[in-house]
């Protein structure tokens, strides 16, 4: 079965901090990866995902991640934050034909 | 605009009460899944269904129950069964396979009285 691991449950930034969140996932074949996030009281919502292809992936307002096979990782990064980044953000896999199995979620909190 | 509906925006539940929860989606998709979200434990998959008229059990699906009659609707039942409903309850949907971006509506927050 697969599973998802977010290590970080929350996190505090000043704005123009720079932010890595930790996503791993447990799957031994092929695998889609995706994060997203929810900003406050607004839907959850795709940020970017991974298929095939460059692993490393960019999406919405400047987010980028990077599929490393070999570490089963695919971490968010953004070089400098802003305040209306903070939401919850969600890691997700997808493995074979399976269903999409989400992370527990990453609350981020960028003080001005 | 296309996108998925979901009504009410908070529900209470009664002792002993049957509620059902409104999912509606006009983007045409065929697939359709409902989650539920609790704090610390991300989304958690109760049912889906990827075709009318069929549904399966997802990982947490004691003490609920779907239908799915039309393509554009996916109501959740939350049944006496279920001793602890209180969370918020996502609805989604995808074109088609399970693997694909998943398309969220605003969620309905049920408390129990």
């Known amino acids: 079965a697969q599973s998802v691991s977010q290590h970080n449950h929350h996190v505090i930034l000043s704005e123009a901090a720079s932010l890595e969140l930790g996503c791993n996932y447990s799957y031994g074949g092929t695998v889609n990866l995706f994060w997203y996030v929810q900003y406050p009281g607004q839907h959850l919502q795709l940020l970017l995902k991974y298929f095939s292809g460059d692993p490393l992936v960019k999406g919405i307002k400047g987010f980028e991640a990077e599929f490393i096979k070999s570490k089963f990782s695919f971490n968010l990064r953004k070089p400098s934050v802003q305040w209306s980044d903070t939401a919850e953000y969600f890691c997700a896999v997808a493995g074979g034909y399976q269903k999409v199995t989400f992370g527990t979620g990453t609350k981020l909190q960028v003080i001005p | ?113």
């Open chain 2, 1 to 113: 605009d296309g996108g998925i509906t979901q009504s009410p925006k908070y529900l209470f539940r009664k002792e002993g009460q049957n509620v059902t929860l409104s999912c509606e989606q006009n983007l045409n998709h065929d697939a359709m899944y409902w989650y539920r979200q609790d704090p610390g434990q991300g989304l958690r998959l109760i049912y889906y269904s990827q075709i009318v008229n069929d549904f399966q059990k997802g990982d947490i699906a004691e003490g609920y129950s779907v239908s799915r009659e039309k393509k554009e609707s996916f109501p959740l039942t939350v049944t006496s069964a279920q001793k602890n409903p209180t969370a918020f309850y996502l609805c989604a949907s995808t074109p088609g396979q399970r693997q694909e971006t998943q398309y969220f509506g605003p969620g309905t927050r049920l408390l129990v009285l």
